[in-house]
């Protein structure tokens, strides 16, 4: 996505008392009122699914992944749509805060939480979102 | 694949989006809506109904690709009717027309674009159409849905120039005129 390799473009939400954020290339809308439709047997964090544009899209609600905390009080909640890999999938999040360029100097590897990868030097936590849902997926097989 | 990163590049690489990724924990879902576009078995045509002053119109579902609630337009200096202005949609410019002056209407659209522009009337909409050049929008006033129809109960003209229109469907209210979307724009 951009010119420069040691730079990296972030779309930032909030969730909770963090900011998070993920790769400006995955999002492609960002949905202001979602009303998804319930599945069935879905884990917790899955709320249902929603069409957009003829496409069933999962919502994923990541303040039930994340830890807890009351966002600020500016924060409009939206539903952010992102891609991994070839699928969509909807993620609910306390508020946008908008898009950041990082360069490798601001960004500290680790950060603690599982699906985390990086800390940036403003406290954006850069997110693995597809370690963050597979390991719920895992997590939330049916036992037999 | 999991556990802490321990350097920048692999953080960076596992951050950055591929196509070609895997997508483990997302449950299988058709990729298509529930409603398929084309019902097994049967050969019926998708038309978005919309009005324009005080006629019906439609066109095929397929070649729309959204629907805009009407906004104010950017202007272009010196544009000339039947091009209303210019909307961003999410980075790409797209340029918007009125469609009643092609169909030899009386232009329903109010000053939409410029200083001196008034809010849009609640039920217009922009159609948003997909051209060879990009896409594009069209003005109408209002959007009614979406009608399943037969193609034999679609009229449709018997040679000579058409007009842009594919045909006419009677219907018990108002007959809806089924026109092309790309000719409007051309």
Known sequence: ?144 | MSGAPASVEEVLERFRYRPDEEAPGLAELPSSSVAPDRPAGTDELQLLNFGLGPGEYAVALGTVTEILRARTLTEIPRARPPLLGVLNLRGTITPVYDPALRLGLPSTVPPCAGPGCERPPRPARILVVRTALGPAGLWVDRVRGVQRVAPGTLERPRGGPTGGVIGVLQAAEASVTVVDPEWLLR
């Not at chain 1, 599945?39 to 039930?64: K, M, Q, S, Y």
């Not at chain 1, 009351?70 to 908008?98: E, F, N, Q, W, Y």
């Not at chain 1, 985390?116 to 719920?136: G, N, S």
């Open chain 1, 1 to 144: 996505m951009s010119a420069q390799p040691q730079a990296v473009d972030v779309c930032a939400f909030w969730v909770g008392e963090a900011v998070y954020g993920i790769d400006v290339a995955r999002v492609d809308e960002i949905l202001p009122r979602v009303v998804p439709l319930p599945l069935a047997e879905a884990p917790p964090h899955v709320e249902g699914v929603v069409h957009v544009h003829g496409t069933a899209v999962p919502i994923v609600d990541l303040r039930r992944l994340l830890p807890a905390g009351s966002p600020p009080r500016t924060a409009k909640p939206k539903v952010i749509l992102a891609r991994i890999g070839r699928r969509r999938v909807g993620l609910r999040v306390d508020g946008m805060a908008g898009v950041r360029r990082y360069t490798v100097a601001e960004i500290r590897p680790g950060g603690g939480t599982p699906g985390v990868l990086a800390v940036t030097a403003d406290e954006c936590r850069l997110l693995d979102l597809r370690e963050l849902l597979a390991k719920r997926a895992a997590r939330a097989q049916p036992r037999l």
